[in-house]
């Protein structure tokens, strides 16, 4: 059922299962599903609970993810009634009602100003005293260990709306990992951490030492994983210490800034871009010294920007849509609509955003693209540089296959290998390859 459902095969494969530790689920209170079948009432709900039973340990998994933590409840975590739960079944309340019943999730209403009624999910107390007994007494016994087809690509051939990929590169489906550097991960990591550390210590022996990293294509170009609890490219860098110790990671520097000055500078070279210049060569400093004039932690401002290379709205307002309020990416960063308007009238983002609007235009207006399907401008903007960015990155993965690097995740903006890369060789063969200089950063994952 685990393949099914997308949750930790451990959960079924470990000699001590999950229900060994939460008796409900083997043998759940199964009233709100009676009360509410209609029809042959026996088959019925035999097989909705035994489908609710695999939807259960799937949205466990989802209190793990750093993207769902709730913005105000603590160890609160977000689900959408219509793109998480919906996606598995029509039966949204009454899988609540189950949830909620057997002790798996508790649900929590919020009410907040600017969105109104939401709710929180939250582990219940049982739950959470399961899975840490759990994973403390986690083993699996030779026979149930589950072996990699090594044979397998990563890649899907197909992109996230079924069509024909557009990307030519692939790469090994299995990446073995440290099972006994997560374990001891499990000691050191922050309290924030654990839950999703727990989860990826579980597959991974699960696998045999290796983890699954998946990716498809977006309409856009870009690969992205699946499995936050698997993906390396979505798991924290914090954390890629005692997953992946040893290993190098290769980031272009204000990649979707430098990609946007130097698309423009092809079809107009008399555009200004100082301000884009000087952010690509000080971010650092300057998120800094913007982080300390508005109070806020670096981080954040650091998202900011990445929002704006993203192409976000640079509004401060809240609207209504669907039924639920929505703000922009940077507001919903900074958290108010008077720390928005700080950011955005700093004296260097509004230099590097009215640069950005000038960009845009000649990108737009130059493009050879037909761009008649893609939404707003933004996204039509996005749309130009992420193809771009996507032959940078092929470029690069191709160098380093080449180079006898074994390829260990795959980001948007970087790639992770096993050993360390010549930098410059690596940069002139991505200008050789796509007409682009790009500025390299390596980091290096420690070990624990």
Known sequence: MWNSYHYPPCFDTADKS???FHPQLSEPDVSSVISNSTGSVNRKWESITHKFLGISKSLITYQANPKRRHRTVPNAFGLSSSK??????????????????NKILKVLNVQSKSLGTTRAFMLTDEMR????NFFSELS???DKIIRPEFSESGISD???K??????????????SVDVNGIKEGLKQCDKEDKSLLQLTYGTAKSFDG???QDYVESPFGRLYGRRSFESLQLMPKRLLKYIIPNSFVYDIKASSFSLMSQITKIHNPSVSTKAIEEYINNRSSIRHSIADSLGVDYELIKQCFTALGFGARRITHSWREKGSIKTGAIRDILGSAELTIEFLVHPLVQSITDEMDECSEVMLNSSPKDLSLIGSRNQKVAYIYQNEEV????SMVSSAIELGCSIKSMKHDAIVVNHQLPIELIQSRVYEDTGFWIRLEEEMTDSY
């Open 162 to 175: 079924d069509k024909i990929r557009r990307s030519a590169i692939q790469i090994p489906r299995w990446v």
């Open 158 to 160: 197909l992109t996230s």
């Open 129 to 132: 005293t399961a899975l840490e």
């Open 84 to 101: 998480d739960i919906r996606r598995f079944t029509r039966r949204d309340k009454e899988l609540v009602q189950f949830l909620e019943d």
């Open 391 to 394: 032959r940078v990155l092929q």
């Open 210 to 212: 290796f983890l699954r």
């Open 18 to 20: 999950l229900a060994s």
């Open 140 to 142: 699996i016994s030779e």
